[in-house]
């Protein structure tokens, strides 16, 4: 789980709870955006989020833990 705070455009992570059998690797805890990783059973969950007038925008991409992210 993770629990974000916006103020206008900047963000700033709160908590970062990873299920059991997963471990957090935070790339980036704010201002601009944040960028957390759970990792484990071969796999890497990231979630990404922004600030957007106050309102925080999540992004969810799953990927096996030895596979290079795909871009859209």
């Known amino acids: 789980m993770v629990r974000v705070a916006c103020n206008g455009f900047f963000i700033n992570l709160v ?3 990873p ?3 997963y471990a ?3 790339a980036s ?3 601009a955006n944040v960028d957390v990783h759970f990792v484990g059973s071969g796999q ?3 979630v990404q989020a922004v600030c957007l007038f106050g309102q925080p ?3 969810y991409n ?3 833990a030895n596979q290079e ?3 859209p």
Request: aromatic share 4%.
């Open 15 to 17: 908590s970062a709870i």
């Open 19 to 21: 299920n059991n059998g």
């Open 44 to 46: 890497d969950v990231s």
């Open 62 to 64: 799953h990927n096996l």
């Open 29 to 31: 805890g704010g201002p």
């Open 24 to 26: 957090v690797n935070v």
């Open 57 to 59: 925008l999540r992004y």
């Open 69 to 71: 992210p795909t871009s």
